[in-house]
């Protein structure tokens, strides 16, 4: 069996041991609110850590790739994908481990857009574990991780019943804001410039129609879903700040 594919294997497995066995410990010893959720808040509570996890580790190694792997930003079809291919097994792991946990927790994690994210990822990710093709574009797409933990970090609030006007709420409801939009919007023109770049070249040709097909559709389809998120995300931070800023008018009145 091919490496990459044992970390596939590997992660999913740890992936699963954090969602079952580490998550419930330590949040039942270190977080305060956690023994007053449903089953159901609890069970989603221990998907999103593992997400976040999941967010930190991949999401700093693609910045890692991106800044210091000369030979996949020389080459951003064929270059060395061997580090990449890591990044990709362990993100692959956590989709599988994800999209078993959706599936079997759907009345708790059901969603049809993560579902469709998930699965147009691993078509993707698979012609890099595969062939090691487009390893830049592939490591590129997992920088948008990084926005993930502030996501879920708002979910963790709400459900703790943290007011929507406190500090940490706000600033964290504007940190994701940010981060979402430049790491998953921001980049959307410079990726597609890079991909603009990359057509019609030998590099290009050599890929084959399955190949081109699987990296500009699924392409596609993440960043149709990432503008639907980025536009309920600025709703609701919007809704956040205005909510925040009325509190503080209010107090302040209050005070004289």
């Known amino acids: 069996m091919d490496s990459s594919y044992q970390v596939v294997i590997g992660s ?26 449903s ?5 989603e509570w221990h998907s999103r850590c593992v997400s976040t996890v999941h ?12 800044w210091f792997d000369d030979d996949v930003n020389r080459d951003r079809i064929w270059g060395d994908p061997r580090l990449v291919k890591v990044n990709i097994a362990i993100a692959s792991g956590y989709l599988i481990n994800d999209l078993v946990l959706l599936l079997w927790h759907w009345k708790t994690l059901g969603d049809r857009y993560f579902i469709s994210h998930h699965l147009a990822a691993l078509y993707a990710y698979q012609y890099v574990l595969a062939r090691g093709l487009l ?22 609030f709400e459900v703790l019943a943290v007011p929507r006007s406190a500090r940490l709420v706000v600033l964290n409801g504007t940190a994701m804001s940010i981060s979402f939009f430049l790491v998953r919007i921001a980049v959307i023109p410079s990726y597609y410039r890079q991909v603009a770049s ?5 590099a290009f040709h050599r890929l ?24 309920k995300i600025a709703r609701g931070c919007w809704k956040i700040l205005v909510r925040s800023h009325m509190h503080r008018k209010t107090e302040l009145s209050k005070s004289f």
């Open 12 to 37: 999913f497995i740890v992936f699963q041991v954090l969602f079952h066995v580490v998550t419930p410990r330590l949040s039942a010893r270190f977080s305060w609110g956690y023994s007053n959720l």
């Open 39 to 43: 089953g159901a808040q609890k069970t």
């Open 55 to 66: 967010a930190l580790i991949v999401g700093g190694l693609a910045l890692y790739i991106l």
């Open 135 to 156: 390893p830049y574009f592939a490591n590129f797409r997992l920088i948008a991780e990084l926005s993930t933990p502030f996501v879920n970090q708002r979910w963790f």
């Open 198 to 202: 990359s057509f019609g070249t030998a």
């Open 208 to 231: 084959g129609l399955g190949p081109q097909c699987a990296w500009i559709i699924s392409s596609l389809a993440l960043d149709i879903l990432n503008t639907i998120w980025m536009y």
